[in-house]
């Protein structure tokens, strides 16, 4: 009888061993290690400016991880690893008795060799069945891989917190550093990581993160890895704690979004988020900086022009205490830095003094009445006691430590920056909107908007290649068109509603006059060009009537920018390109993008709009660009509600777009054009990006020639003419005549301005 329950105690042992060791993984798949990885974009430098990840982990080979990096793990998590064979039970007594001791799970038994087994070879789940299957993989990887093979696969599987898995992905999230740069102090902090990333996270809890910290030191101590004297210098070592914001690549977050899209759409999910892509663009870091930095300004002046909205909201005084309480522990906390904008709340009325006080996070301000005029509104009677607003830092008394407060607010106007290389069509940089975080829809591509008179250029080469020239002449008087489908009589105005009579080809698109423009269409034909545009790259529809002279069409800001190229590109049209080439995680090529240019204009026709172009910053609209200093081309464009301001400009190297307008499509306000709302912005990125180029001249073709003409009459100017200017025509164009050759009195044709009651 005895034998028989002692065969059947055995036969359910076995049977229960049989079912719990059933199906249990393989673990030669360790060998061909192929965890998921982050996809990184680059920069046309070599910077990363972007990461796509699920598990952020970038897999570093065993010689590039330091030693003493693998000696603080091995002492915090797992101190005879080199001794045992995948299951340490002295180790399970000794942390058992901890625990015990502390009323409380102090520290763990599970080995490294245990942790890689659950983390690649088990699920997560906590019970008697999983332990019993992960002590038999355990012990069946190390006779299968070596030490050094196992502590590769924990120190790039590991998650360390904030989305870092691998001790590369925290070295970089943490400190900013590669993994082979560590010092004793922070391979000290990282180590302390694994009981509790949340826990001990330097980010969140710095003072915890440095108790474990002195604990991983002490364990190296203990093992013999270290001399007291060492983790003594280590504690006293200032570790530099990466910011929140440094550790987010976001160098350029529209680009960057834009490059996400099209990658999905092309290669999946998958391979995106799990298999390491490694993306080059022709973005340029320094480019992208000055256009993030030149369409915030631009913004926040335009913003401040039409006056100051009023607070963000209003506390209570015993509300105070609470609301900068929640502030610290958010997102939204800024640093107190000089130069940054914070949330303040106004501490009390002024008073006879002609300032606020202002309470700030950790600190206080004063905001002086001067710093607030833009606000078009009584300083007494904007702010008061409670009002939270936002701030300027401008500088701090370092007697006081009170800082030096500028008022400021959030814009509610939008704007788009896209910078092109004339030569390659590279897209060097592209700004979607004032702040990423607010608004992700990306306005240099995904928006379509009329572009009013910067549609101008493209109508204007048309007609060159029609037979007109610089000087050909256009009555510039009142006109009516009867729209039968609108059931509608039209009366085009120019922007001043002033009608100028005899007027040069030049001077219309020099001064952006639309009745002649108008006219020109007229003549040359709508059809003509709407098939021109398409030839310059235009793609959006284009309305088949007489508003397409005036811009009426709506267009995305890449595509005027492209089309616009063409000239100082002497007449090809270049693809735009956002991604030069794609490595898989092997490194193979899998996909490459180089400048592909098509003629699609005539040169001698780029040039001629070229220097047209360049008149329009010298005589007229374009008239901010002259601060460059260098030769510069480009064209407003404002539409007739000025909802939309826009100016495209280009250099012999660049071209670039900027468009600004709100998302609801309301006027931006009085006297807003794209002279005055748009070309700033542009101004200030040219300014920025050009600064260390040499000026260069647009080059000449050889079938153009210069002639010094009557700016009024367009024929050949005299010698002591003050109005003479210099012009380019198609060979065989030129004038050949004065105005006193052709007919007595013929200049008196130009000296009087039509009269607009003539309507």
């Given at each position: 009888m005895g034998l028989i329950l002692i065969l059947g105690v055995l036969l359910a042992a076995g049977t229960g061993f049989y079912l719990v060791t059933r199906d249990l993984p393989e673990i030669y798949s360790l060998k061909d290690y192929r965890p998921d990885i982050v996809s990184t974009v680059y920069a046309d430098d070599g910077t990363p400016v972007a990461e796509f990840f699920r598990e952020r982990r970038i897999v570093v080979p065993t010689e590039r991880i330091p030693n003493l990096l693998v000696q603080a793990f091995?002492?915090?998590?797992?101190?005879?690893?080199?001794?045992?064979?995948?299951?340490?039970?002295?180790?399970?007594?000794?942390?058992?008795?901890?625990?015990?001791?502390?009323?409380?799970?102090?520290?763990?038994?599970?080995?490294?060799?245990?942790?890689?087994?659950?983390?690649?070879?088990?699920?997560?789940?906590?019970?008697i069945t999983r332990k019993i299957r992960e002590a038999i993989l355990a012990y069946r990887i190390e006779k299968?891989?070596?030490?050094?093979?196992?502590?590769?696969?924990?120190?790039?599987?590991?998650?360390?917190?904030?989305?870092?898995?691998?001790?590369?992905?925290?070295?970089?999230?943490y400190f900013g550093k590669h993994v082979q740069d560590l010092t004793l102090a922070e391979c000290a902090m990282l180590a302390g990581l694994p009981q509790a990333p949340s826990r001990y996270s330097p980010h969140k809890n710095p003072e915890r993160a440095r108790e474990r910290q002195m604990y991983v030191l002490n364990r190296m101590v203990d093992a013999g890895y270290i001399t007291a004297q060492q983790a003594k210098q280590a504690l006293a070592t200032p570790v530099k704690i990466k910011g929140e914001a440094e550790k987010t690549i976001g160098k350029a977050p529209y680009f960057a979004e834009h490059i996400r899209r099209y990658l999905e759409e092309k290669y999946g999910e998958e391979m995106l988020y799990h298999q390491g892509l490694q993306v080059y663009t022709p973005v340029n870091v320094a480019f992208q900086q000055a256009a993030q930095k030149a369409i915030r300004k631009g913004l926040q002046?335009?913003?401040?022009?039409?006056?100051?909205?009023?607070?963000?909201?209003?506390?209570?005084?015993?509300?105070?205490?609470?609301?900068?309480?929640?502030?610290?522990?958010?997102?939204?906390?800024e640093p107190l830095t000089e130069g940054a904008i914070v949330k303040g709340v106004i501490a009390a009325a002024p008073g006879g003094e002609k300032r606020f006080r202002v309470r700030l996070n950790g600190g206080s301000g004063?905001?002086?009445?001067?710093?607030?005029?833009?606000?078009?509104?009584?300083?007494?009677?904007?702010?008061?006691?409670?009002?939270?607003?936002?701030?300027?830092?401008?500088?701090?008394?370092?007697?006081?430590?009170?800082?030096?407060?500028?008022?400021?607010?959030?814009?509610?106007?939008?704007?788009?920056l896209l910078c092109l290389e004339n030569a390659t069509g590279y897209v060097k940089a592209m700004v979607g909107g004032y702040d990423f975080t607010t608004s992700q829809f990306n306005r240099a591509v995904q928006a379509r908007r009329q572009p009013g008179s910067a549609f101008k250029p493209i109508i204007y080469a048309a007609a060159l290649d029609k037979g007109y020239t610089p000087a050909t002449i256009i009555i510039d008087s009142p006109v009516i068109y009867n729209d039968e489908q609108a059931d509608r009589i039209w009366k085009p105005k120019n922007y001043k509603?002033?009608?100028?009579?005899?007027?040069?080809?030049?001077?219309?698109?020099?001064?952006?006059?639309?009745?002649?423009?108008?006219?020109?269409?007229?003549?040359?034909?709508?059809?003509?060009?709407?098939?021109?545009?398409?030839?310059?790259g235009i793609g959006s529809p284009l309305s088949r009537d007489l508003s397409l002279a005036?811009?009426?069409?709506?267009?995305?800001?890449?595509?005027?920018?492209?089309?616009?190229?063409?000239?100082?590109?002497?007449?090809?049209?270049?693809?735009?390109?956002?991604?030069?080439?794609?490595?898989?995680?092997?490194?193979?090529?899998?996909?490459?993008?180089?400048?592909?240019?098509?003629?699609?204009?005539?040169?001698?026709?780029?040039?001629?709009?070229?220097?047209l172009l360049q008149e329009v910053v010298q005589y007229g609209t374009g008239w901010r660009a002259r601060a460059l200093g260098r030769p510069v081309g480009g064209k407003t464009g404002t539409t007739n509600d000025q909802k939309d301001a826009w100016f495209v400009g280009f250099t012999p190297t660049v071209t670039a777009g900027v468009w600004v307008g709100f998302d609801t499509e309301r006027e931006l306000g009085p006297q807003e054009t794209g002279a005055r709302a748009a070309s700033p912005i542009w101004v200030d990125f040219a300014g920025e990006v050009l600064k260390g180029e040499t000026a260069q001249s647009f080059p000449a073709p050889d079938k153009v020639v210069f002639a010094k003409i009557n700016a009024r009459t367009g024929l050949l100017a005299r010698p002591d003419d003050a109005s003479a200017v210099f012009e380019v025509f198609k060979e065989g164009t030129a004038p050949t005549k004065r105005a006193d050759e052709v007919s007595p009195g013929f200049e008196e044709f130009f000296k009087t301005d039509v009269d607009p009651e003539a309507m």
């Open positions: 091995v002492a915090a998590e797992d101190s005879r690893f080199f001794q045992h064979e995948g299951l340490d039970y002295i180790g399970i007594l000794r942390a058992m008795y901890k625990n015990v001791m502390a009323a409380g799970i102090v520290q763990g038994g599970s080995t490294i060799t245990q942790q890689v087994t659950k983390s690649l070879l088990l699920t997560p789940e906590r019970s299968y891989l070596s030490k050094d093979e196992i502590l590769y696969l924990y120190l790039n599987q590991i998650y360390l917190g904030h989305s870092a898995y691998g001790v590369e992905a925290a070295a970089q999230t002046d335009l913003d401040k022009r039409q006056g100051y909205r009023g607070p963000l909201s209003h506390l209570d005084p015993k509300d105070i205490d609470t609301y900068f309480r929640n502030l610290k522990e958010s997102e939204e906390l004063v905001l002086p009445f001067e710093n607030m005029t833009w606000a078009h509104r009584e300083p007494v009677n904007l702010l008061k006691g409670g009002d939270v607003i936002l701030v300027r830092l401008q500088g701090r008394d370092p007697k006081t430590g009170d800082w030096k407060l500028a008022l400021e607010q959030e814009p509610e106007v939008q704007g788009a509603e002033t009608f100028y009579g005899p007027t040069l080809l030049r001077t219309a698109l020099i001064l952006s006059r639309n009745v002649v423009t108008i006219k020109i269409v007229t003549d040359i034909g709508v059809d003509y060009v709407i098939d021109y545009a398409h030839r310059l005036l811009g009426s069409s709506a267009l995305s800001l890449l595509e005027l920018t492209r089309a616009m190229s063409v000239f100082p590109d002497q007449g090809d049209l270049v693809e735009p390109i956002f991604v030069t080439k794609v490595l898989d995680r092997e490194g193979r090529l899998i996909e490459e993008h180089k400048p592909q240019r098509e003629k699609v204009m005539e040169s001698d026709t780029a040039f001629v709009m070229t220097h």
